[in-house]
């Protein structure tokens, strides 16, 4: 069974200050992939990020930072000198390695975030 | 890029009323697309798996009969909430995949907020 956990229920942090949220996973798959998804108060889900297990190169995308360490099965996503369009609940989610990811997803419970102007 | 239309997006109607979601793939063919649901404040949990042509395959403690799953073409699924009651009020919202070996993500629509009287 897959399952991700995200400890951090709630996060609030004063505009500019970099924030990280957790996200740990598990699962019996040796291929499998992990996503970010960003929802704001309007609901829709933006996807963010998805890397395959393979991969542990950590990126950088303009202020938001993922850092993959399949040591400790962790995915956590770092923002850096946030911003209030930056408030919103973020989810991390795993799938399975068949059709890169493309297949059903099992989603953590979400780490709702507040930026302080 | 790719997008995945859902509609309505916003649904308030009486208990005993059934209501019918639509998810269109709008510029790909979505041979699969996938149903959530979202309690406030809650994850996302997956109810069923929907493949163009053939029935689909729910989640354990997901009523067949009471969530209706068509997916009649490759671009549009639908899911129809019969006779609802107000413990079915959530926010659903659909993600569709291409077909063959796709390397694209999978896309989500933007979501319909139910609320049952």
């Known amino acids: 069974a897959q399952k991700v956990t995200q400890a951090q229920t709630e996060i609030s942090v004063v505009e500019k200050e970099d924030v990280t949220l957790d996200c740990v996973y598990e699962t019996r798959d040796t291929t499998y992939y992990l996503f970010w998804y960003k929802q704001p108060p309007s609901g829709e889900l933006v996807f963010l990020i998805r890397r395959n297990s393979f991969d542990e190169q950590n990126e950088i995308s303009g202020r938001y930072s993922w850092n993959f360490q399949k040591s400790t099965s962790s995915f956590n996503f770092t923002i850096t000198a946030s911003q209030v369009v930056d408030s919103a609940v973020y989810f991390c989610?795993?799938?399975?390695?068949?059709?890169?990811?493309?297949?059903?997803?099992?989603f953590g419970t979400g780490t709702r975030l507040t930026i302080i102007p | 890029g790719a997008v995945v239309s859902q509609h309505p997006s916003r649904v308030i109607c009486k208990s005993g009323t059934s209501v019918k979601i639509e998810c269109r793939s709008l510029d790909f063919q979505a041979t699969t697309m996938f149903w959530y649901r979202q309690f406030p404040k809650k994850s996302l949990m997956l109810m069923a798996t929907?493949?163009?042509?053939?029935?689909?395959?729910?989640e354990q403690g997901v009523e067949k009969d009471k969530f209706l799953i068509n997916h009649a073409s490759l671009t549009l699924s639908t899911l129809t909430v019969t006779s609802a009651h107000p413990e079915d009020s959530s926010f659903y919202i659909c993600?569709?995949?291409?077909?063959?070996?796709?390397?694209?993500?999978?896309?989500f629509g933007d979501g319909t907020r139910l609320s049952i009287l």
């Open positions: 989610a795993l799938s399975g390695g068949a059709n890169f990811g493309n297949e059903k997803l099992t």
């Open positions: 929907s493949n163009e042509g053939s029935k689909a395959t729910y």
């Open positions: 993600s569709a995949k291409g077909g063959g070996y796709s390397n694209q993500p999978q896309h």
